[in-house]
Structure formats: C-alpha cells, structure tokens
C-alpha cells in the first residue's frame, strides 16, 4: 500500500508537470517595414495644340480681309486686340507655358527623388 | 566539523562567483553585439542622409537654372517687341503681310513650346538644331537642348 501511494504521488506530479517537460515555445515578436505604395501614376498626357491664323487688319487692309474671309465661306467678322495687348498675349502664354514646364520640373525631381531612394533603400535591405 | 563546512560553503561561493561572472561575460558580449549592429545602422543611416543632402542640392540647382531661363526667355520676349524702340503697331501697317506672316510663326513656335512644356517629345530637328535659323526662338532652352546661343 505504502509503495502503491508512493507511485500515485509520483504520477500526479507527472501528470501535472508533464505539459512543460519540453518546455513551452517562446512566441517570437518581430517587425518587418513594409514600404508604402508606389502611386505610379503615368506623367501627364503632352498637349496637343489646334493652331489657329493670326489677320493683321489695318485701316487699309480691312476691306480686303473682310472680302477674302467672306470668299472663304467664314464669317466676316473678327475678334480683334491691339498691338499692345498682342504683346500682352504674347507674354501670358510665355508665362503659362513656364508655369507648366515648372509643375513638370516639380513632379520629375519629387519622384526622382522619392521612388530614387526607395529604390536604394531596397538595395540596402537586399544586402 | 566547522572547518568542513566553510570549505564547503567557500567552493560553493566560488562555484556561484564563477557562474556570475559567465553570466555577465555572455551579457557584455551580446551588448557588443547590439551595439555594433547600431553603430553599422547609424553609419547607414548617415550614409543615405548625406546622398539625400546632394541629390536635394543638385536639384535645386537645377530647378534655380530653370528660373532662370525663364526670366531670360520673357526678357527676350520683351525685346522681340521693343528692340530698338521698335513699334510692332507701325511695323504692321507699313508691312502688312510680313508681319503677319511673322506673327503666325511665332504663334505656332509658342504653341509648340507649350506642347514641349507639357512633355511632348521633341523631335530629331528640334534635337539637332545648333544654328540661330534652326531653333525654336521663343523657348530655345526648352526646344533645342543643343542649341548654344552666342555670348
């Protein structure tokens, strides 16, 4: 009876400590930096520009220009500037067409700059 | 009996000094690890601010070059009208047609200088064009990289 207690006291303990004899699995807790997104948008679509006919219309000439718009089958009527706000035409389209050589400028060095050192930073994370 | 146990009690002393010391040795060497590893990542990490420090400056620079050339351009502009107290007005009603002719030319060069600007390709003459009559006069920076104008 004694020896019988003794192996029952043995085996509860064994049943109870059993589980942790190979010893419980560490959970492993680690980070892996998951670069954002590339927007990838494509650059935007070149301009196509209409091209349209300049009529210089003097004092002179104004007869003829009517008459030969008129042989043409358009309507004899023109929307006219003077030469001065031709020179201020002249010089909005210049600094509307530097505005968007600007933005275009703007957008390549953004993502030269940006995508360029992704780009390396996957490098480094290769090596 | 007495001299017994304090050998005892010396060995197990040492036996556990011993072990402390193990221990801490395998301590400061993972430190070193770790702190190695941090210098060769600070080092990294210097590295790339120092590439990022020179691709900003040349950047700049180029988008300072580009003001530039903008500035130039709406000067030549101004000058294309007014050089020599020229008065566009009294040019085009002495030379009607010429005037004319030329205005439409330059219509068409502004325009094309916009689709450039957009990001329009530019074409093999546009590339090649190194002489003053090849070039596109309205925005010669922008249509003929190659182009270099005479100082």
Known sequence: MYHFNKILAVAFIVLLTGCSI????KIKIFSVEQPREKLNYEMPTPLQMEEIYWHIITSENAEEVFKKLEESGIDPVLFGITDKDFQVLARNFAQIRQ?????NSLLEEYKKYYEGTEEKKDVDVQN | MAIAIMLITGIAGAGIYVMKLRADNATLKANQIKLESAVEEQNKVLEQQKKDFTAILES???LNVLINTFKKDLQDLDKRFTKKNRDIGKLALERTKSIERIVNG???NAARCIEL???AEHTEEELKATLKSEINPEC?????????PFQ
């Open chain 1, 99 to 103: 505005k968007l050589q600007e933005t």
């Open chain 2, 140 to 148: 010669p920076a922008l249509a003929n990289p190659n182009y270099v």
């Open chain 2, 60 to 62: 700049n620079k180029k």
């Open chain 1, 22 to 25: 190979g010893g419980e699995k």
């Open chain 2, 106 to 108: 330059g219509g068409k």
């Open chain 2, 117 to 119: 600007a957009s990001g």
